[in-house]
């Protein structure tokens, strides 16, 4: 008598869609659950703790740390909320990029062209 008994919720499991659309289909089960304990709590259901371990990512300055953070990111886990700020994040990433390249090819464009060619002293000489 060995026998395992079979957990509650892999019957809940056959009976749910495959695949999960919408806005459920970007929040995990714990981001879900959170998000209830909050509202039934009476409190708001943004998450606040995340700002305290660190700079948010709405307010990372853009350069290399920022474009880790939103490659490290696992956009699954993100609520609405995040997913927005993700979004906002990258966009000032990419604007940030771009003025990076405008000023390289605008440095660029005003050197000078060098032209390689014997040096002055030896093109004299040989008029000698």
């Known amino acids: 008598m060995n ?7 892999s019957s809940a499991k ?5 695949k999960a659309d919408g806005v459920l289909k ?6 879900v ?9 009476g409190e708001s259901a943004e998450d ?5 371990e ?3 990512l ?23 909320t995040e997913l927005f700020h993700y979004v906002r994040a990258a966009q000032r990433l990419s604007a940030w990029a771009e003025g990076l390249r405008e000023d ?5 464009c005003a050197v000078p062209p060098t032209h390689p060619g014997p040096p002055a002293a030896t093109a004299q000489e040989g008029r000698i």
């Not at 026998?3 to 919720?9: A, K, V």
């Not at 659950?33 to 709590?41: G, I």
Request: proline share 10%; hydrophobic share 45%; no cysteine.
């Open 54 to 56: 660190g700079t948010v």
């Open 14 to 18: 056959a009976h749910s869609p495959a």
């Open 104 to 108: 390289a090819v605008s440095r660029y």
């Open 33 to 41: 659950d959170f998000l209830f304990r909050r509202l039934v709590a």
């Open 26 to 31: 970007a929040m995990s089960p714990g981001v």
């Open 3 to 9: 026998h395992t008994p079979e957990p509650l919720h």
């Open 58 to 80: 709405s307010a990372q300055v853009p350069g290399a740390e920022l474009a880790r953070r939103l490659a490290e990111t696992d956009l699954e886990a993100l609520t609405p």
């Open 48 to 52: 606040v703790q995340w700002h305290r």
